[in-house]
């Protein structure tokens, strides 16, 4: 019971439930909505929903009365175009064939994976129907949808009869008449629309891969990830809006002067009178005849005539008026506006919107379309106006003989946003168009002053008719005073005005719309497409005022194209294809003529544009900077070539193309994905394809020009064969086997004059790669390189930004060991090369855990073979000899280091412009360049402490001793010594200088500069060792100041500190605790001298310092306790002050609050007066 239930829902849902003897007619509608529109006014609502395989697109049924017939009608749907155009198989991908030959090349219509559910949908319904209509859109694109579905049902069910149904609305009587007349397909019109789409394709796609492949090389920054477009209807539009701004922009305003009279008929009433001449563009002539006005101002009425005037009403809407009115007045996209159309028409509520008529036909029932309207509350009582007067449209001029003027069908409420505002514009011109024109009365007043002439208009509003319907029109009135002729008056002013001519205005919407037609740039349907494209593009934008302006890269594309002399971006090509697209729909021309023609045209435009590319980079580089040189010739070798044969291992097209040593041989298209090659031996000095075909197997021929002596004697030294294998001399002369795998067909080593493949020379880059992919002109393809693990090696490209972008090189096909070759070496110079990957970002020696992205070796150096085997590294095998090309001091400085790949090998490195003696030493620069490894260089004598002989390196860091030499300890960081000496001091100066900034870098590099006191120093720090000599690098006083320190490492230091440029008398005591020279970022340290007698609370000398800080005490001398913070007595005193009043012992500490204590350590009981603060004012201590 349950399964017979299940049965039913699922017949219910998916299956016609129509008895097996009824006659089955499948209709089908361009869209769903149509679809469900037109089934429920045929049906009254009576219509059953089934679904069909596409989810968006269902299936209604319902019975109903037709050819004579009483039939089960079955109404479907389609999304538009059912079928596509393409080219056929691997020539839809860009890299599979030169650009040019897109113009010949084989095209197909077919479903794509997105409609395969609709089509079997129909393929499914058509196999039990008896008949097929359809209910397409009445314009060009709706025939050719319709041809489209005719095409799927008879490929199942061939001899269907099939029907046309033709209407302009979705409304009883309409749908009525069409099923009454229902007419065969029109041919010619869809006819018209494939040569049109065939045209746009190969035009398209050849223009496109050709700007997007060359333009993304010239100008990788710009350009490296955008699609540029091109279009035989987008282009000419983009050049409407291109020469408007040019005018703009070379528009020189020109002054020119007029004169203006007022006159106060009294206190309210004012007239303005404006001169017959309107402007004058020489000055003195306007002078002389505005002072004879001023000179005898006196004015005389000479005419006052009225006459009526009339301001015309709309004419009915077609597409092209709506989409201008609906950007002028509603300030909407023409895009959007015909969505907002469609979705209107196929909900019934309008009539269709595609439409070339602005003529009502005489049987169409306007007074019931105007009652239907007279409900709304806000226009509802003018349309009940029009009824009693009947409505009277004013026509226009233009028909399609195919649909009405765009107009309302029923009335509605329920809409919202722009979909209302719309509405509510058809509906107000559709009233308006059926009302009345507004009356008025005009006056014109003519008077005479000197003989110059002036008038001054008035209006007065009869009847605004239309007008009250319509606002998006306005026409206000003008009241001007009575005037009699013979009248004379004084003027109350007279006035010489000065103006200036201003250029064009830029194009709106509604201008490009209005131009685009005029032109024949696309249709109506097609021009809001057209528009949003080359907006997409970013070829156009749109400025504050709504109004366009080219891109940069618009602006280049035009400028580079015009350049050529095709004037590209003129309309007279695309329109004389829209000419003959609308013969072919009259039956005037044949769609093959047409479609041969302008093929050829722009085939011979396509060569011109190849030819003189470089117009089009001199153009754009004004706008998007200087472009990268790519040679013309290589460009055309490229996109002009002409194929030979196809490949056998993947069926694309093989191209006879040119080695870099000069050499000839055929590659395939599909590289490096398929690397099947036929090499020619150097032997054949010349070679070129044929335009003849070989009559066998329709490969193009070959012409060869040989060496003399290098062939049999039977072939001619100038000889055109056929290389696919018919030519069985040829094949063996030139020793081509075809039954070997074609990657394998290279000349031999005696054919290549003795050389040997690992000395052939490799072909250079090409010049244009489709979206980053390997180029087709790659010549290496079948030269195999075996990576390490003893297979083919693949070729790869550098893509990042650096000195070898654009540069190949050989690396493992499989990424398991670590082979790297550069191609552009010759074998010889790389045998011990091959392997490691290119060096990554940081070290000196790439292996190894060396830094990110610095030292000397960075960012991948070149490579070159060892010179000599007198080098070894540390494995016991030969060093390779590299070269450092990241930019830095070493910059293509030449290196040795281990040859095995990396993590297998040992650490060596050695410069090579020094001598043997630095041994096996391997120092790891941190990433950002660090220091600068040399070797010792005969200063055998430099020890570190751990025993064993320094290493001398360069400090690279920016700052003061950038360029200085210093050793260090040579051992890794982790077992470094600390060891440090400046290397341009002797071994005297240098004693105990084991300086360090932690891991062996030294720290005085960031805040001191330092160096020793020198063998005749006596400073001792408290350790008893010899103090080292810095400098002060921090910004601020002390600057460049030299002073003592410890030379211990920090942790060890006793904090010893004495400025060198005061005596030792003055800096005894001076273990300042001021952090190695911190002292000079508050005060400024210097001893009282050896005759002062001022003491510490702890009974010593104190010191003099300075104080540095912003304040009202900066620059004051003060004495504080001389020994570190952690043993300081806090003793202070001002040295401006008497010793009595001064010498109170205070203790300071290096805070804002001040603690006064006397020597026992008590507050003292005599107080000194209070100071006052220089920065607040209120009393305190200074801080």
């Known amino acids: ?23 089955k007619v499948l209709n089908v509608a361009e869209k769903n909505d149509a679809a469900k529109t037109i089934a429920n006014v045929i049906s009254r609502g009576s219509a059953k929903k089934r679904e069909g395989f596409s989810k968006f697109n269902k299936i209604y049924e319902f019975n109903y009365n037709i050819l004579n017939k009483n039939c089960l009608m079955m109404m479907t749907s389609v999304s538009g175009h ?93 749908v009525a008449r069409a099923c009454s007349n229902l007419v065969p397909p029109d041919q010619r019109t869809s006819d018209a629309v494939d040569v049109r789409q065939e045209l746009d394709l190969r035009i398209g796609a050849a223009f496109t891969r050709f700007q997007t492949m060359r333009l993304q090389k010239i100008f990788p920054e710009a350009l490296a990830d955008k699609l540029i477009s091109y279009g035989s209807c987008q282009f000419p539009t983009l050049g409407f809006v291109v020469e408007r701004y040019k005018q703009v922009q070379a528009f020189i305003p020109e002054p020119f002067w007029k004169i203006k009279v007022t006159h106060m008929f009294d206190e309210e009433t004012k007239c303005e009178f404006s001169w017959k001449r309107n402007r004058l563009f020489d000055h003195n002539a306007c002078l002389i005849l505005y002072e004879q006005c001023v000179e ?48 209107l028409y196929t909900k019934g509520f309008i009539s269709y919107p595609r439409t070339e008529t602005n003529i009502f036909p005489k049987d169409l029932d306007l007074a019931a379309l105007v009652q239907e309207q007279s409900r709304d509350p806000n226009w509802g009582g003018f349309a009940s106006g029009i009824l009693q007067d009947r409505p009277n449209p004013r026509n226009g001029n233009k028909s399609d003989q195919a649909h009405p003027p765009i107009h309302p069908i029923k009335y509605t409420a329920t809409l919202q946003g722009n979909d209302a505002r719309l509405y509510e514009f058809i509906v107000r011109h559709f009233l308006a168009t059926c009302s009345k024109d507004a009356q008025g009365q005009e006056t014109t007043v003519t008077i005479n002053i000197a003989d110059e002439m002036f008038t001054a208009q008035g209006l007065m509003i009869i009847a605004r008719n239309y007008l009250d319907v319509y606002p998006y029109d306005r026409w206000n009135a ?24 201003s250029p064009p205005p830029l194009l709106t919407e509604a201008d490009l719309i209005a131009l685009m037609e005029k032109h024949g740039i696309g249709t109506d349907a097609t021009h809001a497409e057209h528009i949003e494209t080359i907006k997409t593009r970013m070829y156009i934008g749109v400025n504050n005022d709504g109004r366009f302006v080219p891109g940069q890269l618009g602006m280049g594309l035009v400028e580079g194209y015009d350049a050529m002399g095709y004037e590209m971006s003129k309309p007279h090509l695309r329109s004389e294809l829209e000419a003959d697209l609308k013969r072919i729909c009259e039956g005037k021309k044949d769609k093959n003529v047409v479609l041969t023609q302008q093929v050829a045209k722009y085939r011979d435009v396509f060569k011109v544009a190849c030819e003189q590319a470089l117009k089009i980079d001199q153009a754009l580089s004004q706008y998007l900077g200087e472009a990268k040189e790519i040679p013309v010739g290589e460009e055309l070798e490229r996109l002009s070539v002409v194929p030979v044969k196809k490949c056998s291992n993947c069926g694309l097209e093989m191209t006879l193309k040119t080695k870099k040593s000069g050499g000839f041989y055929i590659g395939c298209q599909g590289y490096p994905s398929c690397r099947s090659a036929i090499w020619f031996p150097d032997f054949v000095l010349d070679a070129s394809v044929s335009d003849v075909k070989c009559e066998t197997c329709q490969a193009h021929l070959v012409n060869f020009k040989f060496k003399m002596g290098s062939v049999p004697p039977m072939l001619p030294l100038e000889y ?85 972008q654009g540069r190949q090189f050989y690396k493992c096909g499989g990424s398991v060991c670590n082979f790297f070759l550069w191609a552009d070496e010759s074998q010889n110079n790389t045998l011990n090369n091959s392997r490691g990957p290119p060096g990554g970002g940081g070290g000196v020696n790439s292996r190894g855990p060396s830094g990110g992205g610095g030292g000397v070796r960075g960012g991948g150096g070149d490579r070159f073979q060892n010179p000599g085997p007198e080098v070894t590294c540390n494995c016991g095998g030969p060093a390779r ?50 220091q600068q490894g040399i070797t010792n260089k005969g200063n055998q004598e430099v020890m570190c402490n751990c025993g064993t002989q320094a290493k001398l390196l360069t400090v690279n860091k920016e700052g003061p001793n950038k360029g200085r030499t210093f050793y260090a300890c040579a051992n890794p960081r982790d077992q470094s010594c600390n060891f440090f000496q400046w290397g341009d001091v002797t071994n005297d100066e240098n004693r105990g200088g084991n300086l360090s900034g932690g891991a062996g870098v030294p720290f005085v590099l960031s805040r001191y500069q330092g160096t020793h006191s020198g063998g005749d120093s006596d400073v001792m720090c408290n350790c008893g060792n010899p103090a080292k000599m810095l400098t002060v690098n921090k910004d601020g006083p002390n600057k460049g100041r030299t002073f003592y320190a410890c030379a211990n490492p920090r942790e060890q230091s006793c904090n010893f500190f004495q400025w060198g440029d005061v005596t030792n008398d003055e800096n005894s005591g001076g273990q ?61 005193q001002w040295a401006d002050e008497s010793s009595s009043g001064g010498n109170t012992n205070t203790g300071v500490s290096k805070k804002r609050t001040l603690s006064m204590l006397d020597s026992s350590g008590v507050t003292p009981t005599k107080k000194r007066a209070a100071r006052k603060c220089g920065l607040c004012g209120e009393e305190g201590e200074p801080s």
């Open 1 to 23: 019971m349950i399964r017979n239930f299940v049965g039913i829902l699922i017949r219910r849902k998916y299956c016609s439930y129509a008895s097996a003897d009824m006659v």
């Open 82 to 174: 059912l079928l596509e155009m393409d080219f056929v198989g691997q020539y839809n991908k860009w890299y599979s064939c030169s650009p040019l030959s897109l113009f010949d090349l084989p095209i197909e219509k077919k479903c794509p994976d997105k409609f395969a559910d609709i089509k079997r949908t129909l393929e499914r319904e058509v196999r039990q129907s008896q008949y097929l209509i359809i209910w397409t859109d009445c314009d060009r694109e709706g025939e050719n949808i319709g041809h489209e579905v005719i095409q799927v049902c008879k490929a199942v069910n061939p001899n269907i009869p099939v029907y046309r149904a033709r209407f302009s609305e979705i409304t009883p009587q309409a």
């Open 296 to 343: 005898n101002p006196q004015a005389t009425v000479m005419e006052v005539k009225c006459k009526p005037k009339s301001k015309w009403r709309p004419t009915p809407l077609d597409t092209v008026e709506m989409e201008k009115l609906a950007s002028r007045k509603l300030r909407l996209s023409a895009k959007e506006t015909m969505r907002i159309a469609e979705n």
């Open 478 to 501: 003008k009241t001007i005073p009575v005037y009699q002729e013979g009248d004379s008056f004084q003027p109350n002013s007279i006035d010489m005005l000065f103006s200036e001519t």
């Open 720 to 804: 055109a064969g056929c290389v696919a294998g018919c030519d069985e001399l040829l094949a063996e002369s030139l020793q081509i086997n075809h039954s070997a795998p074609p990657s394998s067909q290279r000349p031999t080593q005696q054919m290549m004059g003795g050389h040997t493949r690992q000395e052939s020379q490799r072909v250079p880059l090409v010049t244009v790669q489709p979206f980053n992919r390997q180029t087709d002109n790659q010549e290496s393809a079948g030269q195999e390189v075996v990576c390490n693990c003893g297979t083919s090696a693949l070729l790869l490209t550098v893509k990042k930004d650096g000195p070898n």
């Open 881 to 930: 000899l590299l070269r450092v090309t990241k930019e830095g001091p070493n910059k293509d400085r030449e290196f040795y280091s281990c040859s095995l790949p990396r993590g297998q090998g040992c650490d060596f490195f050695q410069w090579a412009d020094a001598t043997d003696e630095n041994g096996d030493r391997s120092f790891r620069g941190g990433g950002g360049g660090g």
């Open 1072 to 1132: 300042f605790g001021g952090g190695g020279g911190g002292g000079g970022s508050r005060y400024q340290g210097t001893q009282s001298g050896g005759d002062s007698d001022v003491m510490c609370n702890c009974g010593n000398p104190a010191k003099m310092l300075m104080v540095n800080k912003e304040g009202p005490n900066k620059g004051r001398t003060f004495y504080a306790c001389a020994n570190p913070r952690d043993q300081s007595c806090k003793f202070f």
